[in-house]
């Protein structure tokens, strides 16, 4: 058998082993936004659904100071979750990658995160509400006598965001953690560096494609976030999310509802091109390292994410 | 010679540190790399009990659990509200006995699980294979799109499918939530497959070829079975997730296809009962005994979750 035969028939396997999925995706996947990027350049239609002719209208009409002050609501409330999230995250992620216990920590991350968003969010409204757990209990305890105003507010829709994305920046962040040889810090600390520097000058710029991992996984997510300002927040907390929700089911504006789904969609992709060229970059300067070294700091299995994501 | 296909990088014998195995049971590495070293990191390992990251672990751990605990102790109440009036399993009965269309909903979330969870596992399987074995043109487009519904909000997929069935004409109801949930789950199926597959030495099945096994039989007899946990995985995490999801079932769903999610959706906007706080118990039980089930799979869970 020649080499090129051969490789005719391995190609023709790749294809019939990755068809069916490419397939499915284009249809129920890739076409869909295709459809979205076609409506938003066309006109909403008399009861509902779209017309021609072909228009700039739904991008004009997104700069709307209504839509303008929801976006930048957004854009403010989801830097600060996702900040106090990752800064939150961090030190969570060092302590389970040293820890003993690693799977056990993994189950204490992954039980909640896998429960049941609406009952997460319930819960929250049951803690917070003016006749929730919180309030009873400090009249219980005498400290207040009218339930504070503790739901329905920027506030609640930032750490319920904080709540339901944590896990989602914990385990990018152990998973690169965990590869990091912390004989490094050790050696740092011996050559007289400060515990903080040991960890900043140190430890963070070799992890830094699990922190931007973790930004893109909790940012995205949140930039997008419906239910949450939806149950918890009040009207002044309506996030961008909400809107293209109320253009679709409520206005039934579909190419505003399109035009404001694709801007998102090209944030996230802009992020994710983002991650995999900085994921990238640190596998070419791990490449750039003695043989015997890169064994340890790439380690076998990369991270999962990561190695899909490549395009190579 | 008889293949020109790129290899995974080969690793000598101390990949196996990387295994979730005691430290205690990894036998030697008969490899190049010599004598037998303790994994790494080992010796790092929890050294300051009560340091700053072990601290805020802790708490951060407890803020993930203090609402379901809340919920859960509160479902033990007598009354209806937050204000603690007495033990009581009233809610129980209620939820087991007189929630018939809770369950009905429960049922329909069931069976769109199992169903999407299977066929997302058939897909994302094989296609994972296929990409991680084999050189061809459509390899980068492939990887985009089971890359890309992962990370795009929820709202966006929900609505960019709403739309496509609506535009192709096809009746919201059953048939829409499950292929909505294939999609979502056939990238997680995708890429916890290829990292099972990353650690799966490309030489076994050279030998296969060797000793005479065609290409369908080194596929079925020795690739699916060596990934059998990676694919058994995988067809968990896509129940669990199928299950779960409220968003896109939200948009995607019709009269008549009433997930369990979108029925405590109802239950929360349009008066809160207290039989979700007993529900919530039931469900967090469900988890946790999955979560221990997987245990040995958590660590590659997280990596690609």
């Known amino acids: 058998m020649n080499v090129k035969q051969t490789t005719v028939r391995e190609r023709r396997l790749g294809i019939t082993y990755s068809s069916p999925m490419g397939i499915w995706l284009t249809v129920f996947f890739m076409v869909p936004l295709l459809i979205i990027i076609a409506y938003s350049f066309l006109t909403k239609g008399l009861y509902g659904g779209v017309e021609f002719p072909i228009t700039f209208d739904a991008y004009l009409q997104m700069a709307n100071p209504n839509f303008m002050r929801v976006l930048l609501r957004t854009v403010w409330v989801t830097t600060l979750a996702t900040a106090l999230t990752i800064a939150l995250a961090l030190p969570c992620g060092y302590a389970m990658a040293r820890s003993k216990h690693q799977t056990l920590w993994l189950g204490m991350v992954i039980v909640p995160f896998w429960t049941n968003s609406l009952i997460r969010i319930y819960a929250w409204i049951a803690i917070l509400s003016s006749e929730g757990f919180l309030n009873e209990m400090l009249k219980t305890l005498g400290f207040i006598k009218e339930s504070l105003p503790l739901i329905y507010n920027q506030g609640a829709v930032t750490a319920v965001l904080i709540y339901m994305y944590i896990p989602f920046a914990i385990l990018p962040l152990f998973t690169t953690i965990d590869k990091f040889d912390f004989g490094l810090l050790e050696a740092a600390r011996d050559l007289g560096a400060t515990k903080p520097q040991a960890i900043f000058k140190v430890l963070m710029p070799n992890i830094r494609s699990g922190i931007i991992t973790s930004v893109i996984f909790t940012f995205i997510p949140i930039f997008g976030a419906y239910t949450v300002p939806l149950l918890v927040g009040g009207k002044d907390s309506y996030m961008i999310g909400n809107i293209i929700v109320d253009q679709v089911t409520k206005t039934r504006n579909w190419p505003l509802a399109s035009a404001f789904s694709l801007i998102i969609t090209l944030i996230s992709t802009l992020g994710v091109l983002w991650m995999m060229t900085s994921t990238a970059r640190e596998r070419a300067r791990i490449k750039q390292q003695p043989l015997k070294d890169r064994e340890d700091t790439l380690g076998p299995s990369h991270n999962g994410l990561t190695s899909a994501g490549r395009v190579s | ?305």
């Open chain 2, 1 to 305: 010679m008889t293949t020109d296909v790129e290899k995974p990088p080969q690793r000598n014998g101390n990949h196996i540190k990387h295994k979730l195995i005691p430290s205690k049971l990894v036998s030697p590495p008969s490899g190049p790399q010599g004598p037998y070293r303790l994994p790494k990191n080992q010796h790092f390992r929890d050294h300051r009990r009560f340091g700053f990251s072990n601290i805020m672990l802790v708490l951060v751990i407890l803020f993930l659990f203090a609402p379901l605990f809340v919920v859960i102790t509160y479902s033990f109440n007598a009354a209806k509200g937050m204000r603690w009036t007495g033990l009581s399993l009233e809610w129980y009965k209620k939820l087991f006995f007189d929630s018939n269309e809770l369950w009905r909903a429960f049922g329909n979330s069931i069976m769109i699980a199992f169903s999407s969870a299977l066929v997302a596992t058939m897909l994302g399987s094989l296609a994972a294979i296929g990409i991680k074995w084999y050189r061809f043109k459509a390899r980068a487009y492939i990887q985009i799109a089971s890359f890309l519904p992962m990370v795009l909000p929820e709202v966006i997929i929900g609505i960019s499918m709403l739309i496509f069935f609506s535009a192709i004409k096809v009746q919201l109801g059953m048939f829409t939530i499950f292929a909505a949930h294939t999609t979502f789950n056939i990238p997680f199926v995708f890429l916890l497959v290829s990292a099972r597959l990353d650690e799966f030495d490309f030489s076994i099945i050279e030998a296969a070829r060797d000793l005479g096994a065609t290409e369908r039989q080194a596929l079925f007899k020795v690739v699916i079975p060596s990934i059998m946990p990676g694919i058994v995985t995988s067809m968990l995490m896509s129940v669990t997730m199928s299950l779960e999801d409220f968003v896109i079932t939200f948009f995607v769903s019709g009269p008549g296809s009433t997930t369990l999610p979108l029925y405590v959706y109802s239950m929360i906007r349009y008066g809160v009962s207290p039989v979700i706080n007993s529900l919530s118990l039931v469900l967090i039980l469900g988890i946790m005994i999955l979560a221990l089930t997987l245990r040995r799979f958590l660590k590659t869970i997280a990596a690609s979750s």
